[in-house]
């Protein structure tokens, strides 16, 4: 049941029944390696997302069975499930509604009412929630200001016969990566995808705000061709030029975001050093979701 499981896209109230019927008898198997690992190695899943899994599938059962509510939702994907454990928190009776429908929200849908729930909690938000809006609306600008193709095509310099997609939401959990966005484009029938994450900054940069971003950068730049820090245009990218180079960042640019404007700041100097772009290649599962034809 296990084995592939992510490749072959088994139903998470599968694969959440055969962990539990893996560790009913103990946390390791006779070799004494947890089973959380073991299952990690047949799934494709990392452990982290497992432990997501079966966290969140639980809580939804538990929901479900106290209200008294259809369990047909467990067939869900599991960050939709996610998304409205978090909505039962804020507003049980928006998340029993969305349980009780028969239609099917989408992740970024649940996102909206998830948000909506959370501003109609009004004295409830903290001060770290309402710093969370503003950072999402600065990743909503970020989107409506490069989801231009000419915009994008001049931004990762393509010449107008390069094939170009539409940009996109990054569409859920990869083990390795988590960009806001995303783009793919084809050169001489070969795939690339350029990613885009937004810096969220409320003052100057300072040094701590740019190594946690360079840092990030590093693992998550090497799956792409492309990858490129999204700043408001009034920030100095001093820190975060010389930690690029610094570091060896080959393929991460700098791209500036004003009200009027988009400019590509800092452009990558050439492929990354160390190139993980084969790594996602493989995983045609999640190449599908991206909408990407290797």
């Known amino acids: 049941?296990?084995?592939?499981?992510?490749?072959?896209?088994?139903?998470?109230?599968?694969?959440?029944?055969?962990?539990?019927?893996?560790?009913?008898?103990?946390?390791?198997?006779?070799?004494?390696?947890?089973?959380?690992?073991?299952?990690?190695?047949?799934?494709?899943?990392?452990?982290?997302?497992?432990?997501?899994?079966?966290?969140?599938?639980?809580?939804?059962?538990?929901?479900?069975?106290?209200?008294?509510?259809?369990?047909?939702?467990?067939e869900w994907p599991i960050s939709n499930l996610e998304v409205i454990t978090r909505i039962a928190k804020t507003n049980p009776e928006r998340a029993k509604q969305i349980l009780s429908g028969d239609g099917h929200h989408s992740l970024r849908?649940?996102?909206?009412?998830?948000?909506?729930?959370?501003?109609?909690?009004?004295?409830?938000?903290?001060?770290?929630?309402?710093?969370?809006?503003?950072?999402?609306?600065?990743?909503?600008?970020?989107?409506?200001?490069?989801?231009?193709?000419?915009?994008?095509?001049?931004?990762?310099?393509?010449?107008?016969?390069v094939s170009l997609g539409a940009l996109k939401l990054w569409p859920g959990r990869y083990p390795y990566v988590h960009p806001d966005f995303y783009v793919d484009f084809s050169i001489n029938g070969q795939a690339h995808i350029a990613a885009f994450e937004g810096l969220r900054f409320f003052g100057d940069v300072t040094s701590q705000v740019a190594t946690k971003a360079a840092?990030?950068?590093?693992?998550?730049?090497?799956?792409?061709?492309?990858?490129?820090?999204?700043?408001?245009?009034?920030?100095?990218?001093?820190?975060?030029?010389?930690?690029?180079?610094?570091l060896g960042l080959m393929n991460v640019g700098i791209v500036a975001i004003s009200e009027n404007k988009v400019e590509t700041v800092l452009r990558p100097l050439g492929p990354s050093l160390h190139d993980r772009r084969s790594v996602l290649s493989k995983d045609k599962a999640f190449l599908r979701r991206l909408g990407v034809q290797s």
Request: aromatic share 10%.
């Open 109 to 161: 849908e649940l996102r909206n009412l998830y948000d909506r729930a959370r501003s109609e909690a009004g004295s409830q938000i903290s001060a770290m929630s309402a710093g969370h809006q503003s950072a999402k609306e600065f990743t909503k600008k970020i989107f409506s200001e490069i989801s231009n193709r000419d915009v994008l095509r001049k931004l990762l310099g393509l010449d107008l016969d």
């Open 215 to 246: 840092l990030k950068a590093a693992v998550e730049a090497t799956f792409f061709s492309q990858y490129y820090w999204c700043t408001p245009s009034w920030v100095s990218i001093a820190d975060l030029e010389a930690l690029r180079d610094e």
């Open 1 to 74: 049941m296990l084995t592939d499981a992510r490749s072959r896209e088994v139903a998470w109230p599968l694969i959440v029944e055969a962990l539990r019927d893996l560790s009913i008898h103990g946390s390791v198997d006779d070799q004494g390696r947890p089973w959380i690992e073991v299952a990690a190695y047949l799934t494709g899943y990392s452990t982290n997302h497992l432990r997501i899994g079966q966290r969140t599938f639980s809580s939804i059962q538990t929901f479900i069975e106290l209200n008294g509510l259809k369990n047909h939702a467990l």
